[in-house]
Every structure is written in C-alpha cells, then in structure tokens.
C-alpha cells in the first residue's frame, strides 16, 4: 500500500490539514489535538473537497431541566470539518457525517517517521 | 481575509477560485461525458448589488436615483434602497464562498458577472445559463411600489446592454414589477425583442394576488408573443406566519415555497389555464416535493368543491402537469418519492434543470444525470432538451462549455 509523504511534522501545527492526492484520489490530513485523521476528500453528498472547508465546533442546544431552551453553545470536543460546496458536516474524528453518522467519508491511516508524516493510500 | 469560527479561532483565506472551488464538479463533467448533449441551467445568480453603482446609472428618476445614491453611501457597502431581510444564506460563514467571492480576481476588460458565469459554467459544464438577481429577489416587498418600478427598469436596462448584449451564454428571464401591473405590461412590451431575453420573472415573495384582472393583458401578451412566465420563489421573514420559524432552515425550507403555492393556487383557482391556454409557466427554486401535495390536495377539494373553481375543465393536477418546474433545490433524501414526483409532474417532458449557482443550495447536473431510474434520453431531456425547447434555444452542435 502506498505511503504518501503528507508534510514534515513541524511544518504541519495542530488545527491545520493538507490535501494529498494519490492518482485521482484526494485525502484531507488534518491534526486536531494531538492526532492525525485521514479521509477521503470527497463529500457523499454531491461529491464536494469536503475536506477544505473551515473546521467549527459541533452546535449544540442548552437545554436546561425544565426541558426549556436556555440557548446555544459550541460543543467543548467535538470538531466538525465543513464540505464547502453545501454545508455538510463531518466529525472530525470519525468521518461520520454529522447529520447522518451512517454516512461516512472514507478513512485512511495516518502514519508518522521520526520527522515525516504519511498517508497510506490503500 | 479572516473568517470568523467557532471557539474563537480564525481562518486566513489569501485567494478564491472558483475554478478550484469546482474542479470536483469539471471531474464530474467529464466523467458523465456532459461534452456529448448541451446543457441549460434554467435558474442560476449574480450579485447585482456588486454593480449597484453602475445599475442606478441606470436608473431615471433623479430624485430616486440621488436617493439610492446616497443610502448606498450612508450604508457602507449594502445597496441602501434594497430591503434587507434577515437571513444566514451562507450558513454561519460554512458555506465560505459568500465570504469571500470578493476576492476572486478576473480578467481585465470583461465584465464581471460575465466572467464569473463563464468560469462556473465551464466548470460544471453548463452551455447556457439563465441568470437572475439575489438581493432583488425580495424587491417585491419594497414599501415604495415606484422603487420597485424604477429600480427593476434600471436593473433590465443595465442587464441587457451591459451583460446579456455581450454574452450568449448567459440569458435571463427579466425582472417585473409586478406590484404596478401597467409597469409590468410596459417591461413586457419594452425589452421582449432585447438578445439574451427569454421570458420574464415575477419575483414571488410579495402580496399581489396573481388572478387580479389588471394582469390579463400582460399575460395575454407574453402568451401571444410565446414568453414563459416565470415565478421565482423567495423567503420573507418578515411575514408575520413565517416570522413564527426561529431558525433559519425553517424560514427556508417553507419560505421558499409558502409563496409559489399561494400563486399556484390562485393561478389554478381562477382559471388562468383555461384563459391563458397557450402561456408557457415555470415554477422555479421551489423544489420539487410541493407539486404532489399541491396535486394530491387541490385535486381532493376540487371533486367536493368544483363550483369554487367554476372556470376549471380538468382536475387541477392535470394543469399543473402542463406546467413547467426547475428542479433546485431537488429533495434527494428518498429516492422512490422522487421517482414518484417525476411521474406525476411528467418530468421527462415538463422538468427544467437548475443549479441555482452559486447560493448554498446549488444542483450540479449530477442530481439529474446519476438518477437511477432515469434512462440517458430523459436525462438529456432535463438537464437541456426541454429548456431548449421552452426557451426555443437554437445552439451549435458543439459544446459551448469548455469541458473535455
């Protein structure tokens, strides 16, 4: 399975992502917290880089005991990535879309050498 | 420029491409062989507001003219005399390309809009696109009927000798001021020979019922001349039904229909099919999954109550099937409802491709061509055939969009 070179680790800061291609194959890398993910750079929507638009926290509802709606906060950990074309939402460490976790970008493994981080295209 | 996300970080983007934005999209094309069959996108934008300047040029009134002039000024960079409704089209800044358009740079010595149109045409693959105005699609509103009249007459003007004289890809179906019939009637007469004219749109968030007899004659005229008419939906927050809706996919996924089924029901209530039988009608950015409850549930009442729709010779269903709709944005979520929709509004003749390029919710040719249960003449059909024929578009036999 080919590893392709995706940037050296100090060129690559935490919250950032790079898109590698592998003959007609496009995978977005990014590293949030720590870890790398991998996914394919293909929205199972329409097909969109879903993979290049802006990263923003999970929306979530406050809802308080009363069951009433007190408003709207930022989820503390989950990080979603945005395809860019129409909205769709992927959690960031999953690749499931945030709508629907039974659609699902495909993954890839992310792999680091000493200084080199690398994707396995398989 | 710096986008605002959440948890209070921020993202530097240096340039914008569409091209680059779309290169998915040209894959697309080629991939589907898109180079073999011409393709019309019946419903695509431009920001008018970003040639304001130039369209108030346009504009005859002095007084109203000075007037939108200095609004503009007092208003930094909106249009001032435009009403501005609440709204998050770009998705809380997700859907990036509303941020930052500004940037994209084009080549000197053409017009802007014409080289963005271009650009995204030739990425997706669409020969001929007809294009409509965004801000104005809620001028209909405006509290100043003269403003309607006079900013629409200024906006046609400009559209035809700066854009549509200029480009034959791009056509459009001009705005009517549809608030005052006699200006209506007078844009009919006025710019129906203009290049690059196809029709003529009434924007449909407004408050003027569409059977009221100061109409007929401007029906009657775009029937005699063979010009569709065209109703282009639009949200109104500010409908105090609609303002009931608190988040913005609600205003959206309703508002965009809620007045296209009140000109509906009123156009097939009244009779207007039977009057106008030879007037070509679209149906355009409401989607499709209306038209079969709107079938289902006028075609029920009209069997009990056919004496309030005396003028009536068929079921309602069977007019509105001799209608025409633009598919965007088209409701993909449930395949076998879908298939149902083509069946009963008789898609393969009766449905008109649209992208809607390039607000949030755009079609690529994609939504129609991968339909499973479509064989390649309907597809062909759809996406270009039968706007070719409603519009009766002759083009070349080679491909106008550059797509390999």
């Known amino acids: ?122 | 420029m710096d986008l605002p996300l959440s948890d209070f970080r921020r993202m530097e983007v240096e340039e914008f491409d569409t091209s680059k934005l779309l290169a998915h999209a040209t894959k697309q094309a080629t991939e589907r062989g898109y180079k073999n069959f011409p393709i019309v996108d019946v419903d695509s934008h431009h920001y008018e507001s970003e040639s304001i300047g130039e369209i108030l040029d346009y504009m005859e009134d002095p007084v109203l003219q000075q007037l939108a002039r200095s609004a503009r000024q007092a208003n930094a960079k909106s249009v001032g005399m435009l009403p501005a409704g609440v709204g998050y089209q770009d998705m809380g800044g997700r859907v990036m390309r509303y941020a930052v358009r500004g940037m994209e740079k084009t080549e000197a010595g053409v017009q802007r809009d014409i080289a963005l149109t271009r650009r995204w045409m030739d990425a997706i693959g669409i020969d001929v696109a007809v294009m409509f105005p965004t801000p104005m699609l809620q001028l209909g509103l405006h509290p100043q009927v003269e403003v309607e009249v006079a900013l629409a007459r200024a906006y046609n003007r400009w559209l035809t000798e700066r854009v549509l004289a200029h480009e034959p890809r791009i056509r459009s179906m001009l705005y009517l001021p549809f608030n005052d019939a006699d200006a209506a009637f007078r844009t009919v007469q006025e710019f129906s020979q203009n290049k690059g004219v196809v029709g003529f749109m009434v924007t449909s968030a407004r408050y003027r019922p569409v059977h009221h007899n100061s109409f007929m004659k401007t029906y009657a005229l775009l029937e005699e001349m063979g010009l569709p008419l065209a109703f282009h939906a639009g949200y109104n927050w500010n409908d105090q039904t609609v303002g009931m809706m608190n988040r913005f996919i609600s205003v959206h996924a309703l508002g965009f229909v809620f007045y296209n089924m009140v000109h509906l029901a009123n156009w097939i209530t009244n009779g207007l099919p039977e009057r106008f039988p030879k007037l070509k009608v679209l149906w355009v950015e409401s989607g499709l999954a209306w038209v079969p409850f709107m079938m289902q549930r006028f075609d029920n009442e009209y069997m009990m109550r056919s004496s309030e729709a005396p003028a009536l010779k068929r079921k309602p269903s069977e007019y509105m099937r001799d209608m025409y709709f633009s598919s965007q944005p088209m409701e993909m979520t449930d395949m076998a409802a879908l298939e149902q929709t083509f069946r009963m509004i008789k898609a393969e003749t009766q449905l008109l491709y649209s992208s809607d390029y390039p607000h949030w919710d755009f079609d690529l040719p994609s939504t129609i061509y991968d339909l499973p249960f479509l064989n390649e003449q309907a597809k062909r059909s759809i996406l270009g055939g039968n706007a070719m024929k409603l519009f009766n578009l002759k083009l070349p036999a080679q491909k106008l969009a550059r797509v390999a």
Request: charged residues 25%; glycine residues 10%; proline residues 4%.
């Open chain 1, 1 to 122: 399975m080919p590893e392709l070179f995706v940037a050296k680790a100090a060129q690559f800061p935490d919250g950032e992502r790079r898109i590698v291609s592998h003959g007609a194959r496009e995978i977005g890398v990014f590293q949030w917290q720590g870890k790398f993910y991998a996914y394919e750079n293909l929205c199972v929507h329409q097909g969109g880089p879903a993979c290049e638009g802006i990263m923003m926290h999970k929306v979530e509802d406050v809802i308080g005991p009363d069951r009433g709606w007190l408003g709207q906060k930022f989820s503390s950990d989950e990080m979603h990535f945005v395809c860019p074309w129409h909205g769709y939402e992927y959690d960031l460490k999953t690749g499931e879309c945030a709508a629907d976790r039974s659609l699902k970008l495909k993954s890839f493994e992310v792999v680091q050498r000493g200084e080199d981080i690398y994707v396995v295209a398989s």
